[in-house]
């Protein structure tokens, strides 16, 4: 992280990290389709997300931005709280601006995931129970993406009640895979001569490949396009471009 934040600043061309931002990007694409499904609203619903490395920090980020603010955040160490920022490093800090606003005394993950409506899996194998699963809300939305091994295996999940499920895996149902976003962003970056890869762009790239399905369209196990449709490079690569011209981020 610290590595990308220097070139972005040193550097007049778009610098950008797939595994942090495009799994980030994805992620926040599969769930406009979800809230979509369930006619619901970002701003309704309780999101735990496990892991705060690269990718969590980014999906954390990218969710407050587009309306989920009910957010809360575990690591290593336990339910990232405002109240212990004295022992975090200066990464970590940052997330408290988008996380755990209510400060909220959550002793561990389990403790966190009752009553969520979404759990966001990007840290360490088998650390989720079906019971933890089965903790959550009605409708709930179950992203188990640890590799190799999941968080939660998907038939766990199935069994449990999960509403809609998504893995980092390509034999099962919404794959979250980052090859979505990757290829049009850069795509429509640069073919806009974009100097810079902004967080509106991000969130444009999302919406583009969430509108790849029609709502009508839209189930449990079809929440997001394949990497193979033909049409996800250029719809999310005109998104990309439109957002950079938008932005004031084009070389002229």
Known sequence: MEIERRLIKECSIPVFHDDQHGTAI?????????????KTDPASQKVVISGCGAAGSSIIRMLYAYGFHRIYAFDIDGCVDPD????????????????????????????????????????APHIVTKDMVR??????????????EPEIS??????????????????????VNNLLAFPGLFRGALDAKATKITEGMKIAASEGIASLIEEKDLRTDYIIASPFDDRVVPTVAHAVGRAAEEEGVIRR
């Not at 755990?100 to 990007?122: P, R, S």
């Open 84 to 123: 212990k920022a004295d022992t975090y490093d200066s990464l970590k800090k940052e997330l408290l601006q988008y996380v755990n606003l209510d400060h909220q005394k959550y002793a561990n993950l389990a403790e966190g995931m009752v009553d969520a409506d979404i759990f966001i899996g990007v840290s």
């Open 154 to 175: 998907y038939e766990d999940i199935k069994e449990a009640g999960a509403y809609i499920i998504g893995t980092g895996r390509s034999d099962y149902p919404n794959q």
């Open 26 to 38: 994805v992620v926040l694409a599969a769930l406009i389709n979800c809230m979509k499904l369930k």
């Open 135 to 148: 903790s959550m809300k009605k409708g709930r939305i179950v992203f188990a993406m640890a590799n190799p």
